[in-house]
């Protein structure tokens, strides 16, 4: 069963930082790609990031670049989210995001900017 959890969300200020992690389980980690994507309330998705499977080459929306990396730890599993000069319109819920056969989604993290 593929499970997609993520964690380190939370309320910060403008200019803050937050890291995100979303942790794997039940499919070949270290052969997909991995992807976060966003949803602010009353809003549609919002494709945030994506990193190939070995972690060489990475992929920003134009509202995050330079403002957040993403990462990957194939051996813990694990994908994370740097998030720096938070935004309020970072404001949203971040979901993890796998295709393995099936698209796949975890419960997703609040990430809240606000002064």
């Known amino acids: 069963e593929v499970q997609l959890v993520e964690s380190g969300g939370g309320m910060v200020q403008p200019g803050g930082s937050l890291r995100l992690s979303c942790a794997a389980s039940?499919?070949?980690?270290?052969?997909?790609?991995m992807t976060w994507v966003r949803q602010a309330p009353g809003r549609g998705p919002d494709w945030v990031s994506r990193?190939?499977?070995?972690?060489?080459?990475?992929y920003y929306g134009d509202s995050v670049k330079g403002r957040f990396t993403i990462s990957r730890d194939n051996a813990q599993r694990t994908v994370y989210l740097q998030m720096n000069a938070l935004e309020l319109e970072d404001t949203a819920v971040y979901f993890c995001h796998v295709n393995s056969g099936y698209d796949y989604w975890g419960q997703g993290t609040q990430v809240t900017v606000s002064s």
């Open positions: 039940g499919f070949t980690f270290s052969s997909s790609s």
């Open positions: 990193i190939s499977f070995a972690g060489g080459n990475t």
